[in-house]
């Protein structure tokens, strides 16, 4: 161990940085947001990132402690609940990427789509008109309206 003085960890502070705006969207602070789009008339709750290159529709509302992370398009008239958690590296090589954001996969998710709370989704393609339940884990591309519960998410009402 060193002492306070001698090892000082690279801070960076939270905040909004470089975000385009739509009209009529409401933020609660503390969020980080930065280099990504956000629609008309959304709603950002606390405690959320989203990263840079972000999408996210018109009238969607994201709520606390979510992380939208890069490669990720939000459709218009959508619900993410709290805790909802976005992944874009699927571990391809047997491991993290480490920065190697080609490996990175992008995320996709129509309109009108809900996303329970504590759902992870890795990189892939929701249609529109999706319910997705509380907890889900989403690993294949979902291509019919419904909804979805389970890990890993699967089908379970048209």
């Known amino acids: ?5 001698e090892n000082r960890p690279e801070i960076h502070d939270a905040g909004i940085r470089s975000v385009r705006f739509g009209v009529g969207v409401k ?11 956000i629609g008309d008339g959304c709603f950002v709750g606390p405690f959320v990132e989203i990263q840079n290159g972000v999408i996210i529709g018109a ?9 939208i992370c890069e490669l990720v398009t939000i459709g218009q008239d959508c619900f993410v609940g709290h805790g ?7 571990f391809s090589t047997g491991g993290p990427a480490r920065g190697n954001k080609e490996l ?5 998710i129509g309109d009108r789509v809900s996303i329970g709370s504590n759902a992870t989704l890795l990189p892939v393609e929701v249609c529109d008109d999706v ?17 979805y519960a389970g890990n890993p998410a699967r089908k379970i009402r048209g």
């Not at 990175?104 to 996709?108: I, L, M």
Request: charged share 15%; glycine share 8%.
């Open 84 to 90: 909802v958690m976005f992944i874009n590296d699927s």
């Open 59 to 67: 009238r969607s509302r994201i709520q606390s402690h979510s992380f």
């Open 104 to 108: 990175w996969k992008a995320t996709r």
């Open 27 to 37: 933020i609660v602070q503390p969020v980080n947001l930065y280099g990504c789009t």
């Open 131 to 147: 319910v997705i339940g509380a907890g889900a884990v989403v690993t294949h591309d979902i291509v019919e309206r419904g909804v």
């Open 1 to 5: 161990m060193t002492s306070d003085n």
